[in-house]
């Protein structure tokens, strides 16, 4: 009876255990088929009229060699793309440089091409895609111009991928802080030279400090760095944005490093807020 | 400095982690359950207790040094107990992080909170601690005898904001800070225009103000400003907009049980209006421009509409700016509610955020929390923070007291902790607090709130890249945004933490299964029974 029991009792477990894996597949399941219809509303949304499909990067060579054949149809040079107009749809070629960030199919991208430079916010990705788009990556990007804060950029932009690779050499602008024409190298991955380390702020003892977490110090470790650095008399304020550069990252601990006073180089992206704000992702001492 | 990064993106996250919430939280809470906590008799002195609090700075110096100080000075009081702060910059991240950690059993013990956040929580089971028992305990309530501090009593809690911290019946927080929307307005411009500011705003005198703005000369400068740049009208969260608008009119937006009634013919109209002004560029949006501030104090906006905790970004002598000094243009800045629709019957939006205490094994570590968590409801704590921004105090304790009310008759002594646009925002919420109202809380209720916001984004950017905004466009937005935030998949019923996600009938293979299991159980019992018969007959 013991044993017959014991079988009983343990086939009982075995279904429930079964029950439990088929119950996790379910959740799975319903999951999936959730995050599916959120793509398609994304892809939708951000390119009316536009197939869903063309919103996902190719998959395969042929697919790729494809969508290199047209690529001249209706794609932008840089020039044009400058020239159009805010809320316009856009379609250009560019080449990944560097992500910023990724999060429930929407990715952030520097991307850029012999000419000029695109930021590319909140693009429609797949993590599966997000994962291609290293550096060099060639892309076609469809989405609408716009401007936030003075950083110009393409948003509700799908893209794929294309034959073609290149990365671009930082571009010394030390000399154009100052200038107007600063602005025509705005996202581009740029150079600054020989900048001197200025106070970013106090601490709470009144001391001088090289660096603050957040623009005003409220932040903490992990968050973005705010630095000061002058040049020829005027000073500019730089960032290392946590996305693009986290905590871990060379860059990150070396402001942390940082002493009021140190000449330095560094090269970033040409980001904009209210006026040139670049993303440093490295920082050495001067030459 | 501000990122617009930060904040989009944690939009995303919202959407994600609600939607995902529903499953994580409802089919898989059984691993993380926890006990029903019990308020021990005593608080234990002897033992020392470590917990965490996670709070929002808005990336302000200043809340991060009263937050700090408050420890400092809590854990004077009670040494056995450390505060750990991990600061946020923004509410959808914590709520993010919340239901991340609590899978792992890892959430904080204290957090800055919304109550539709916490809605979301309750459906887990026994994670947020109902704090019912601890405002009347004796020795450890509210201003019990036990407290080592001048803590407020149950009473002088404002009812109105306490009250928006029931669900389902119970208190599952405590209101921290509260503060509305203000129409932050460029007075010398809309005098220029010829207008007089009405003693109500309206949602009409705004759009006709803006309009009239639009003006430009032939090299395409505005006439009012001589710029190049001019929105009048910009709205910071397009979600307060829409559930206001709906609130003020009687429509339709969600019921207390959470059925979602916000994709009717009203909301329709509204977005209609919206879309008109949204063509012509005389109304924007903080996602698709960027923030009010920066362009009312650049003189390229007139009506700018944001939170009374914003206030100190607001007016030509702000405290605190994201533009440069040299853009700023000199303007006479005045505070006023949001736009009506009925000015004999003005409402608007109770927001800022509230706190709520996570459930622990241990229920001294518990205590301890709650500890803390009346402690920055002292007049200390809830005074310093409301002079930071245009928050006003949650208790009639700091409110009435004569710090404070030294605080408010001093507006405009000078362009810091007495900034004058800062103080009229403060005084805009003590004035109207019957006028303030908020949203049924469900679990949904936050997916909902984004949704409400994105049908005006959506519609605004569709207008401005010239998309035909019809009646077949609205039923597309609408089935867009209803996808988008997962809202045909809420159980529409489900309130607080009775409130369970209705996941469908049970897939087929599940029913196999428990049907085999029960005709395993009915297989043993027969079989244990037939064996008793037996042995009662052989005994015989």
Known sequence: ?287 | MSSRGKSIKSCFLGVFFTAASLFLLTACHGSQEQNVFEPPEEFDTSENYEITFWAKNDTNKTHTAIYEQAIEDFQELYPNITVNLRLYTDYGKIYNDVITNISTNTTPNVCVTYPDHIATYLTGSNLVVPLDDLFTDEQYGLGGSEVRFDAPSLEEIIPKFLEECRIDGHYYALPYMRSTEACYINKTYVEALGYTLPETLTWDFIWEVSEAAMAQDEEGNFLINGQKVMIPFIYKSTDNMMIQMLKQLGAGYSTDSGEILLFNDTTKELLYTIAEHGATRAFSTFKISSYPANFLNAGQCIFAIDSTAGATWMGTDAPLSDISEDKIVEFETVVMPIPQFDADNPQMISQGPSVCIFNKEDSQEVLASWLFVQYLLTNDVQIAYSQTEGYVPVTTKAQESAEYQDYLARSGEDNSTYYEVKLQAAKLLLDNVDNTFVTPVFNGSASLRDAAGQLIENTVKSVRRNQTVDEDYMESLFQEVISLYRLDQMDTQGTGSGGKTDLGPLPRTSVILLCALAGAWVCILAYLMVQAVRKKRNAG
């Open chain 1, 1 to 287: 009876m013991k044993k017959l029991s014991l079988l009983l009792v343990s086939c009982a477990f075995a279904l429930v255990g079964a029950g439990c894996t088929s119950s996790s597949s379910s959740s799975a399941e319903s999951t999936g088929a959730g995050t599916t219809a959120a793509d398609t509303t994304a892809a939708e949304d951000t390119t009316a009229g536009d197939d869903a499909e063309d919103t996902t990067a190719a998959d395969d060579e042929a697919d790729t060699s494809e969508a290199s054949d047209d690529a001249a149809e209706g794609v932008m040079s840089y020039a044009e793309y400058a020239a159009a107009d805010l809320d316009t749809e856009v379609t250009i070629e560019a080449y990944v440089q560097a992500k910023q960030s990724w999060w429930e199919d929407k990715a952030t991208v520097y991307a850029q091409d012999e000419d000029g430079a695109y930021f590319l916010y909140n693009m429609a990705c797949s993590q599966e895609d997000y994962e291609k788009l290293t550096q060099g990556t060639k892309i076609r990007v469809t989405g609408y111009k716009a401007e936030w804060s003075g950083e110009v950029e393409i948003i509700d932009a799908t893209f794929e991928i294309i034959e073609g690779s290149y990365i671009a050499e930082a571009k010394d602008v030390t000399d154009l802080l100052a200038s107007d024409e600063l602005i025509d190298y705005q996202n581009q991955f740029v150079s600054f030279k020989g900048m001197t380390v200025e106070a970013a702020g106090q601490d709470e003892e009144g001391n001088d400090v090289a660096f603050l977490y957040s623009w005003d110090g409220s932040g903490q470790d992990g968050d973005d760095l705010y630095f000061n650095v002058s040049k020829d008399g005027e000073t500019y304020t730089f960032t290392v944005e946590s996305y693009l550069c986290d905590s871990t990252t060379d860059v990150y601990a070396a402001v942390k490093a940082l002493e009021i006073g140190d000449v330095i180089d560094m090269e970033g992206f040409l980001y904009w807020y209210e006026g040139v704000n670049p993303h440093i992702t490295s920082v050495t001492a001067a030459e």
